[in-house]
C-alpha cells in the first residue's frame, strides 16, 4: 500500500476496531465511513483509492474530514500513476506520449492526424482538481490517435467514456476507446459519436451513475437521431472502469466483466422511454381526476385566469400559448406535412397589452425545461447555446432580440419553420489550418413564441401565426379587477402532471375526420394569409385534441378530433382569422364603415337605407383616401361576395344599391361545422 492508504487504513482501523473481515492483503474492507455504514461494503485499494457499494459514496474531501486525517500532497509522475492504475509506465508512454513534467504528468490531447491539439496536466492522483487545463483552452476528444488503428483493424465498436484514465485501462487491455474530458463536454459526445457512426464504427457509450451522468443521457437523448446509440449505465458497485480494474487486475477476468457490461447495455431510447413512462405514471395517480374531467378547457381557462382577469372571456392569448406549448411535444420530427409541426406565435399589441404575462402565465402550467427562453440577447445566441430545440419551444419576450439581416437571420427563418435551425460559419480547422465551411444544426421540431409592439418583416411574419393581445377598456377593467378579489392562489401542480402524462404516456397522432367539411368551408376564400395560417390551425386542432385524448375516442393510436375541439381552436384564433384582419384591406375596411354609417343616418322607422356609389365618393373620408369609383367598386363587390352588404339593385346597366347586413369585425373565415356555435372570447 503506498502512503495515503497506509493512512486511511490506519484511521479506519481506529474507528472500526473489531472489524476483522479482510481476507485480501491488498484490499482493504470496511464499513463506509461517509455514510456511517454498518456492513463492510466499503473497499480501500492498495493506491489509496476507495469505493462504497452501498451508497457510492466517493468524495475524498468527505473522507478525509471524518476521519479527521489529511492526505499529503504526492507528486505525481508516470511511476505513480503506474503504482496507482496498474499499467505501466512505458504504455502511457508509448501509446499515449504521457511525460513527466514540473507540475506533474503532461496529457497532451492528439487529432486522429497524431497532431498534438492540446496539452492537460495531471498534478493530483486522487480527489478533487486533478487535472489542470490551459486558459481558455479548447478541449478536445481524447484518444483520437488511435482513431486510425481502429479503422484499420476493423474494430466494430469503439466506447466512448469519461476522462483519461478510463481510456488508459481500456484502450490497455486491448478494448478500443476514446474519453471526453467531463461529462458536460455535450458537444464531444455529439462529436464522438458522429466520428464513429461516419466510420463504420457503432459506438456505445459508458454514463456513470452520478449527477453529470444523468444530465449527459438526457441532452443526447433530446436528439431522436441517438434512440439506437446502446448505453452502459453505471451502477454504485460498477462506476468507472478504473475502479473495475483495480478490484482484479487480472486482463483476462477485467475483459470478460467488460463483456458482460457490454452485453447489458441498452438503446437509449429504450431508457428514456422507461424513464418516461416510469415518471407518467406516477404523475397520472396525482391529476387522474383532471385528466379524465370532460371539461379540462374551462377548468384551464380558470387556471389561467387567475390573477390576470376575470370573466368569461378569459385571456386568449395566455389559453393560445399553452397549446403552443403543448404542441411542441406532438411531433417526433420525422413528418413532413406543415400541421405536424408546433405552432410559432407572434403575439402583437401595445406596451402594457399583457403580451409577456400570456406566456408567462402559460409556462407556468408545464415543465419550463422544455422551453428555451432568450430575452436581451445577441443576434446569435440561438446558434451557439448549448440547449437542444427538439420537441421544444423558443422563446423570445422580446422580437428586438430577433435578427432581421443576414445569415442569422436566415436561421432564424428556419427556426420560425419548425424544424430547428441552420447555421453555416468558416472556421479554421486546427489539424489542418485550412479554413472550413462548418454546420451548426438543431434539429427540430421546434415552437416559437415571440412578442412585438411593431410589424415584424414579412419574411418573418409570413411563417407565424399573429395572435392579437386585447388591448380593449373592457379588457382593462377585467385586469383591474383582480386587485379586488381575494388573494387566490393557482394550484398548478395538477396542470404540471397533466403536461407530464401526455408527454410521456399519451398518444400524440391525432386525425381530423371533418377535414373535408372544414376545406369546404374556407375554400371561398383566396386571401394569401389562408394559405399561410391554415396549416397551424389544423396543429392547434390536433393539439387541443391531444389535451382531450381522455375523453376521445382513439383508433389504431389515433385520436380523433371531435368538433368540439375545432370549437375551442375557432374561438382561440377568431381575430386571427377575422375578415376585418386577413381578407379585406384597410380600404375596404373604409367602404364597408362608410356604408353603415349612410345607411343608419336616415330615419330609423324606414330601416337601413340603400348607398349608391356617387353618395360613397361623397364622403370626406373617401375624398383623403383617394379612392376613384372603380376601386369603390372593386371593394364593394368583395364585400358582396362575403355577404358583409348585399347589392339590391344587381345586373349590367343599373345603378347598385348598397346595403350592409353584417358587421365586418363579426365575421371569421372560419366556418361553423354542423352543431359548432363558436362563443368569441372577447
Not at 481558455?136 to 484514465?165: A, H, P
Not at 487491455?173 to 471526453?180: E, S, V, Y
Not at 441498452?266 to 428514456?272: D, L, N, P, R, V
Request: proline content about 4%; some cysteine.
Amino acid at each position: 500500500m503506498n502512503q495515503k492508504a497506509i493512512l486511511i487504513k490506519e484511521s479506519l482501523l481506529k474507528k472500526y476496531p473489531n472489524n476483522s473481515s479482510n481476507n485480501n492483503q491488498d484490499n482493504f474492507r470496511s464499513p463506509c465511513p461517509i455514510h456511517d455504514g454498518t456492513n463492510n461494503n466499503f473497499v480501500l485499494y492498495p493506491n489509496g483509492s476507495f469505493k462504497c457499494f452501498s451508497q457510492g459514496c466517493k468524495s475524498l474531501d468527505d473522507l478525509t474530514r471524518i476521519l479527521a486525517i489529511t492526505i499529503p500532497v504526492e507528486q505525481v509522475t508516470l511511476q505513480s500513476l503506474e503504482n496507482s492504475f496498474k499499467i505501466p509506465s512505458n504504455y502511457l508512454q508509448n501509446e499515449f506520449n504521457l511525460k513527466d513534467i514540473k507540475a506533474g504528468v503532461s496529457i497532451p490531447y492528439f487529432s486522429e492526424a497524431a497532431k498534438e491539439l492540446t496539452t492537460r496536466t495531471r498534478v493530483k492522483l486522487y480527489g478533487d482538481s486533478k487535472i489542470l487545463s490551459k486558459h481558455k483552452s479548447k478541449n478536445f476528444i481524447y484518444g483520437l490517435q488511435k482513431f486510425k488503428t481502429f479503422i484499420d483493424n476493423k474494430i466494430s465498436e469503439v466506447l466512448i467514456v469519461e476522462g483519461e484514465s478510463d481510456t488508459w485501462v481500456l484502450n490497455y487491455n486491448r478494448l478500443p476507446a476514446i474519453g471526453i474530458p467531463g461529462a458536460t463536454q455535450f458537444g464531444l459526445y455529439e462529436e464522438a459519436i458522429k466520428k464513429c457512426i461516419e466510420s463504420n464504427i457503432r459506438p456505445v457509450l459508458y454514463i456513470e451513475n452520478d449527477d453529470g451522468g444523468k444530465q449527459l443521457l438526457k441532452h443526447l437523448s433530446a436528439n431522436a437521431d441517438h434512440k439506437d446509440i446502446l448505453i452502459i449505465q453505471g451502477s454504485k458497485e460498477t462506476n468507472d472502469f478504473v475502479n473495475i480494474w483495480l478490484e482484479n487486475p487480472d486482463q483476462n477476468k477485467f475483459r470478460e466483466e467488460i463483456k458482460n457490461l457490454r452485453n447489458s447495455a441498452t438503446a437509449m431510447g429504450e431508457i428514456i422511454d422507461e424513464e418516461l413512462k416510469e415518471e407518467g405514471e406516477k404523475a397520472l395517480i396525482e391529476c387522474k381526476d383532471l385528466w379524465e374531467n370532460s371539461n379540462k378547457f374551462n377548468l384551464l381557462e380558470k387556471e389561467i385566469s387567475i390573477g390576470y382577469s376575470s370573466g368569461k372571456e378569459g385571456p386568449v392569448a395566455s389559453l393560445v400559448s399553452y397549446f403552443g406549448l403543448l404542441s411542441s411535444l406532438r411531433s417526433k420530427g420525422k413528418e413532413d406535412e406543415e400541421e405536424e409541426r408546433p405552432l410559432r406565435i407572434v403575439f402583437t399589441g401595445g406596451p402594457g397589452s399583457g403580451k409577456n404575462q400570456a406566456i408567462n402565465n402559460a409556462v407556468k402550467l408545464i415543465n419550463p425545461e422544455d422551453t428555451v427562453q432568450y430575452t436581451a440577447t445577441s443576434d446569435k445566441a440561438f446558434i451557439y447555446n448549448k440547449h437542444t430545440y427538439i420537441n421544444k419551444t423558443v422563446i423570445y419576450y422580446e422580437a428586438d432580440s430577433i435578427p432581421e439581416e443576414g445569415p442569422s437571420a436566415t436561421a432564424f427563418r428556419s427556426l420560425c419553420d419548425g424544424e430547428g435551425c441552420k447555421y453555416e460559419v468558416t472556421q479554421q480547422n486546427p489539424e489542418t489550418n485550412n479554413f472550413e465551411t462548418k454546420e451548426y444544426f438543431k434539429p427540430g421540431p421546434t415552437g416559437l413564441q415571440t412578442t412585438t409592439t411593431k410589424d415584424f418583416k414579412p419574411q418573418n411574419a409570413s411563417r407565424l401565426l399573429e395572435v392579437q393581445c386585447d388591448e380593449s377598456a373592457n379588457q382593462t377593467k377585467r385586469v383591474l379587477n383582480k386587485y379586488l378579489r381575494n388573494n387566490t392562489k393557482p394550484d398548478r401542480e395538477p396542470w404540471i402532471n397533466l403536461y407530464i402524462v401526455i408527454h410521456s404516456l399519451g398518444s400524440k397522432k391525432v386525425g381530423i375526420p371533418f377535414m373535408k367539411e372544414l376545406l369546404d368551408g374556407v375554400g371561398i376564400f383566396t386571401v394569401t394569409r389562408m394559405r399561410r395560417d391554415f396549416p397551424q390551425l389544423l396543429s392547434l386542432i390536433k393539439t387541443v385534441a391531444m389535451f382531450n385524448q381522455a375523453n376521445r375516442e382513439i383508433t389504431e393510436g389515433v385520436i380523433q378530433a371531435t368538433i368540439e375541439d375545432y370549437d375551442i381552436a375557432k374561438r382561440l384564433l377568431f381575430k386571427t382569422f377575422s375578415l376585418s384582419q386577413s381578407e379585406i384591406d384597410d380600404s375596404g375596411r373604409l367602404v364597408e364603415k362608410i356604408i353603415r354609417a349612410l345607411a343608419e343616418s336616415g330615419d330609423p322607422a324606414l330601416g337601413k337605407t340603400p348607398i349608391t356609389i356617387n353618395q360613397i365618393m361623397e364622403h370626406e373620408e373617401i375624398k383623403e383616401a383617394g379612392l376613384d369609383r372603380k376601386a369603390i367598386q372593386r371593394r364593394c363587390q368583395k364585400l358582396v361576395n362575403l355577404g358583409i352588404i348585399e347589392n339590391e339593385a344587381p345586373g349590367r346597366g343599373r345603378t347598385a344599391l348598397y346595403k350592409p347586413l353584417k358587421h365586418l369585425s363579426e365575421e371569421c373565415m372560419l366556418p361553423e361545422l354542423k352543431s359548432s356555435k363558436t362563443e368569441v372570447l372577447f
